[in-house]
């Protein structure tokens, strides 16, 4: 069965910085183009940042020069960065691994709260 299990979220202070993590069990990851995406209460569901197969990235306009996206394959890991942490960065954190020859696969989700 496959995995997608996060790790690294918590409560922090505005300013401050958390690392998230994202370890995939029972997939060829190199193959997979990798994504961040978060939820906030009431709002939908949104891209934070991606990453390929090829390790070109990407960015919301929201996060850039804040967040970095990095993937190590021989981990099966995938990592997002967060510095300069605001309250409106506030959200539940998935990650998501998609390619054209296999199915989707969603995390379940950790909480980032930025609050003083």
């Known amino acids: 069965q496959v995995q997608l299990v996060e790790s690294g979220g918590g409560l922090v202070q505005p300013g401050g910085s958390l690392t998230l993590s994202c370890t995939a069990h029972r997939i060829n990851f190199r193959i997979y183009h990798l994504d961040w995406y978060r939820q906030a209460p009431g709002k939908q569901r949104e891209l934070v940042a991606s990453?390929?197969?090829?390790?070109?990235?990407n960015y919301a306009d929201s996060v850039k020069g804040r967040f970095i996206i990095s993937r190590d394959n021989a981990k099966n890991t995938v990592y997002l960065q967060m510095s300069r942490l605001k309250p409106e960065d506030t959200a539940v954190y998935y990650c998501?691994?998609?390619?054209?020859?296999?199915?989707?696969?969603w995390g379940q989700g950790t909480q980032v709260t930025v609050s003083s």
């Open positions: 998501n691994a998609n390619s054209k020859q296999s199915p989707t696969y």
């Open positions: 990453i390929s197969d090829i390790f070109t990235t």
